[in-house]
Every structure is written in structure tokens, then in C-alpha cells.
């Protein structure tokens, strides 16, 4: 099949047409032709005002909860959600049941994905049954096809453990993948510690929870000479302290979610709890220095942290409520309209470009004979979230109803086409 978008602006740093607006002809899967008002014809021709063309997109942290949870998503449901909002490739974390920790559980995956529109990574778990007690069989996760490797929802909590982790990765150049979180302290917190969850009457997580964990874990990726990425980082002095690890040669990077950089703890003074994530929505000041950590380029990638969660689990009291909320369709509307002055190659660096090379994953260049990696959207477009846009089994987001900037358009992954 030939497909032709026509004038499209190429956003892609590797490419020669970088910045420039030119039609792209797909002929079975592969680029064949890039130029401007090509003469071929096509079966299909996609023809957009304002549409740009970036190297497919790349979310490193979602949970598809395949196996064990299909209730709340399944890994076709996560496809799907994952193409209407412009991914190519999705890291999927272990927390599921089993746990993905050993080479059955990733192939599991990666047989059951093979026929998808998404190209879907199992990380691996570092710990057996993601419960920190144990290392798991990472290097035979690895030689299935693992990405990278982390406990995902659940933070390695002892340090030996997991310099441990860290030396065993760095044998064959593993990245391992954490969400900071300091479990002995308040464990019970609901929200993040401040001046809102007092007038609010729930208990608090202090931003000491996560920090701690971050200064911790760049002093043990030094020592070890290993990789960390860091995900989910909320606050300020976590900004700080990766920063200072970067600047010291430290091989840390991290990642922000969208729903950190559009919210903060004063919106949840209705009690939503699609709001109720961790680490928690922290203070309009830590929101200020995410949005800035983005356009200076302190924040290395975006992550969904897409945790679909199925009625009975949201619509309850506050305290008994499941954490998190769904991402995929809607990240990139919410970090364009969050972050205002965030130019389109700033969203392919954090969106494409960046996971890519952090996470030794193709890097999908726009050029002539390379495979179709492609991700259509348009910066400009206005659109209102709206329960149709929402893919996923689940619908627990709290951007249904919302007006965004930057909408999608749909992705193009070899001879798969998903156009929304």
C-alpha cells in the first residue's frame, strides 16, 4: 500500500529535512520518497493544515495490566490507546500478575504485541515479584527483549539491594528505571504534605519522601558506574539534586509526567479522585520548576505513567481509592497547553529523540529507505477532551472535558496506520 502526507513539517533532528515542509511517500512500510509536491500517487493521501511528522513517539513508563488485571486494560486496549495519542512504542512496567520477572513473563509480552499498531517493550522487574527482596533474572529478561528494568510502581527501598542491581545491569549496559519513594516515610499519605492537605483534613506525603530517595539513589548509580533514570519526579530539590548528578558526570536522567506539569495540590480541593497519583500533585512552586526543567532541558523525557484503574476503584471515598490516572491519549495536548512556550522540537526531543537513546531503542529517522516510524500531529489545533478520545478500557482521567492546544493526528509504524 503507498500512502502520501502531503506538506508535512518534518520535526526530526537526524533528518536532512529537518524544518522543512515536505511530502512523505510510504510505499509498504518503508520511506520511499521525501520532496516537495511529489507527483506520485497513492492509495491513501493524508493532507492536513499546520501537520507535523516526527520520529515515532515513545512512552517509557505505562501499565498495560496484561497479565493478571485485564479488567482495567488489556495489551490490545493499551495499543490503542497508546496510537490515538501519537505513540509508536510503549515501555510497559511488571506490576502485573505474574510479575514480569523472568524471560517467560517478556516473552509473553512480546509474542502476544507482535501484531499490534504499538510496538510494545517489557521492563523487567529488578526484584522477584516486583517486592524488593530479591534480585530477578535481569539478565535473561534482557537476552528476551527487556528495555530496561524496574519495579515500576513499587520503589526499591534498600540500597544494598539495589547497588547490587546496579552493578549487575551495568555487565551488559542495562538502565534500571525508579519512581522515588520513601515507604517508611508516611506511608499512609494521601496527597502531598502542605497547607492544602491541612485545610483539606488527609494526611500528607512529604516532598522529603521522594528527595531523599533521589539524593540516595544518584550517590549509589555514581559509585556503581551504572545507569538510573529516574521517573515521575515532582519537586524542585529533585530537579536540583539530578541536576548537580548530571553536572558531576553521574549517568542519571529522568522523566516528568504530563499530569505533574498541569496540576497541583490546590486542585484537588473537590476530592477528585482521578487527582489522587504518587508521587502526589505537589505545590504550585514545584509545578513552576517542572514546566522550566522542561524548556531548560533538565527533564531528559516524558513519561504517561498511564495506570488505567476500573470503575469501583475511582468512584469511592478518597482515602480508598486506587492511585493514578490514564495518560496516553492525552500527554501531548497536556504538556503543549501546560507548557506554553515549548517549541515542536522541544516535544519530539523529549517525546522521541531522547527515550530512543536513552533506552537503546531504533531511533526512527525520517529519511529515504528507512522503515515508517512516524508520529502525526498539529501544535496548533484546539480540541476538548471527550469520553470518544479515550481508548483505553478505562476511563479514569481528569482531563474529560477539557480544552487542550496540540492534537494528534495518528501514527504510521511500518505497514500499520492508525489515523484519528
Known amino acids: 500500500m503507498k500512502l502520501l502526507i502531503k506538506q508535512a513539517r518534518i520535526v526530526d533532528p537526524s533528518s536532512p529535512f529537518n524544518g522543512q515542509s515536505a511530502d512523505i511517500l510510504i510505499d509498504n512500510g518503508i520511506i520511499s520518497k521525501i520532496g516537495i509536491a511529489l507527483p506520485d500517487k497513492a492509495d491513501k493521501e493524508i493532507a492536513i493544515e499546520g501537520l507535523h511528522a516526527s520520529p515515532g513517539w515513545v512512552d517509557v513508563f505505562a501499565n498495560f495490566a496484561d497479565p493478571g488485571y485485564e479488567f482495567k486494560e488489556t495489551l490490545e486496549t493499551g495499543a490503542a490507546a497508546a496510537a490515538a495519542g501519537g505513540y509508536t512504542d510503549v515501555m510497559v512496567i511488571p506490576n502485573t500478575n505474574p510479575s514480569i520477572h523472568n524471560k517467560a513473563g517478556v516473552e509473553y509480552i512480546t509474542h502476544k504485541s507482535k501484531s499490534l499498531p504499538v510496538n510494545i517493550h517489557p521492563i523487567g522487574a529488578i526484584t522477584k515479584n516486583t517486592e524488593g527482596k530479591e534480585l530477578a533474572e535481569m539478565y535473561d529478561m534482557k537476552s528476551s527483549g527487556a528495555a530496561a528494568f524496574s ?11 539495589l547497588v547490587k542491581a546496579l552493578q549487575y545491569v551495568k555487565a551488559f ?20 504534605e502542605g497547607i492544602v492537605s491541612t485545610q483539606l483534613g488527609l494526611p500528607g506525603k512529604p516532598a522529603m519522601a521522594e528527595e531523599l530517595i533521589v539524593a540516595r539513589d544518584i550517590k549509589l548509580a555514581r559509585y556503581a558506574g551504572s545507569r538510573l533514570h529516574f521517573t515521575g519526579v515532582s519537586t524542585k530539590k529533585s530537579l536540583e539534586y539530578i541536576k548537580r548528578g548530571k553536572e558531576s558526570g553521574t549517568a542519571v536522567s529522568c522523566s516528568v509526567t504530563p499530569y505533574h506539569l498541569f496540576f497541583c495540590d490546590e486542585d484537588l480541593t473537590d476530592y477528585n479522585t482521578n487527582l489522587k497519583v504518587n508521587p502526589p500533585l505537589r505545590s504550585k512552586e514545584d509545578r513552576a520548576a517542572l514546566q522550566q526543567a522542561i524548556l531548560n532541558g533538565t527533564v531528559d523525557s516524558l513519561a504517561t505513567h498511564h495506570l488505567p484503574h476500573e470503575y469501583d476503584s475511582k468512584v469511592i471515598e478518597f482515602e480508598y481509592a486506587k492511585f493514578g490516572m490514564i495518560g496516553l491519549e492525552t500527554a501531548y495536548g497536556v504538556l503543549a497547553t501546560a507548557v506554553p512556550g515549548i517549541t515542536a522540537a522541544r516535544c519530539v526531543e523529549l517525546l522521541a529523540v531522547n527515550p530512543r537513546k536513552l533506552f537503546g531503542l531504533n531511533q526512527a529517522s525520517i529519511k529515504e529507505g528507512n522503515p515508517a516510524t512516524l508520529t502525526l500531529f498539529s501544535p496548533a489545533v484546539k480540541w476538548t477532551v471527550s469520553p470518544e478520545n479515550i481508548k483505553s478500557k478505562s476511563s479514569n482521567s481528569p482531563f474529560i472535558g477539557r480544552e487542550l492546544t496540540g492534537k494528534v493526528a495518528g501514527i504510521i509504524n511500518g505497514d500499520k496506520i492508525v489515523i484519528s
Open 173 to 192: 549496559d542495562g538502565i534500571l528505571i525508579q519512581l522515588p519513594d520513601d515507604k517508611s516515610i508516611n506511608p499512609h499519605g494521601l496527597m502531598n
Open 151 to 161: 519495579d515500576g510502581i513499587n520503589c526499591v527501598q534498600s540500597a544494598g539491594l
